[in-house]
Structure formats: structure tokens, C-alpha cells
């Protein structure tokens, strides 16, 4: 269910969509709910760390904002498409990786990022590696979690499940963005937690 304010990003919404059905654009912004880019737009400054499961247009939004951009990526044609556009910025490390080495974030420190963006493959285990390396005010974002909810044991119920837990042990607060998103006419819900 999505809220009247969240009707009024439909137009934007609908006309996104068909500038990327005539004319093959993107735009380049976190293909999430239009609230949670406003949210994290207001909340990223220069010093931030991120890292994002899953590439997209979001890659190219968040290496404009914040300082240090870690992007991993399973499918090679979007890994192709975007290394290109990402090509001189120093501050971003990209990498096209095997399910088997996916989620690993072992060689970050524990409580070094400010920012896990979860939109990609195996988010449940995405999830349960990131959280300890999320440092205390930080922020992860799981996105599409109304999918799945006739499957409580999907894996998306699951990396919400674990982001909800991690959130009430480390006395943290939570919200769901729900409504319109760019290039796509229709709804869609993530979570958003701060630690």
C-alpha cells in the first residue's frame, strides 16, 4: 500500500519509465523508492564508506556523493556497462565476483562503513556479513523486501529478519520507504536501518 505521499512521485515515475522503454536512458539514481534517495541524499557527505551488493544506476549516484564507493557485482553485463562509466574514479573499487565470493567483506574492519546498500544476489547472507562491519549511527539499506512474502523462508525475508534482530540488539531504528521509483512505473518497498 503506498501512501498520497507517495502518489505524487507516479508522474515521475511514469515518465521515467518511458524514457527508458523509447529511448533506452537510465536515470542515475538508486532504481528504490523516490523518499529513501531523498532520505540518503540528505544523510551522505563526502567522508562516507559504502558498500553496495548488486550495481546500477545507484553505483554511479553514490560515487558522486560519497568518499569511498566498494560495489560488487555477479553479472558481467552490468559489471561491463558500468566500468566503463566508472573508469578515473579513483575513490570507487569495482568488482565482478563469483556467488562463492559475493559476500565477503572480510577485509573490512568491523564498524568502518556508514553506509551497506543491499540490492543484490544472496542479500540474506549480504546482510549477515555487513552488519558488524556497519558502524554505530550507520545505515543499511535492504531494498524489494515486499517481495518474497508469501516465502517466509526466501531469502529476502530472511536478510530483513536479520536486519530487523540486528536493529533491536544494537538498539538501533528502522523504517520502510514505500512508493514510486525512477524508470519503473510501480511500487516498491525497502528498509531502512540506522545502528
Known sequence: MIDLQGVVYAPRALAGTFVRKLFDVRPVRPWISYR??????????????????GSGMSTLWFARRC????????????????????????????????????????????????????????RSRCVENVLSKIRPGGFLYLDNTDLEGDQPDGDIPRAEALALNACKARGGTYRYFVDFRPGRFEVTQGLLVQF
Open 36 to 53: 529513501a534517495v531523498k532520505f540518503l541524499d540528505e544523510k551522505i557527505t563526502p567522508a562516507w564508506r559504502v558498500i553496495e551488493f
Open 67 to 122: 568518499g569511498f564507493l566498494h560495489s560488487i557485482e555477479i553479472n558481467d553485463r552490468w559489471y561491463q556497462l558500468l566500468s566503463r562509466r566508472l573508469e578515473g574514479a579513483k575513490h570507487v573499487r569495482y568488482e565482478l565476483r563469483s556467488l562463492d565470493q559475493y559476500c565477503d567483506v572480510s577485509d573490512y574492519a568491523d564498524a568502518s562503513v556508514d553506509l551497506a546498500f543491499v540490492d543484490g544476489a544472496w
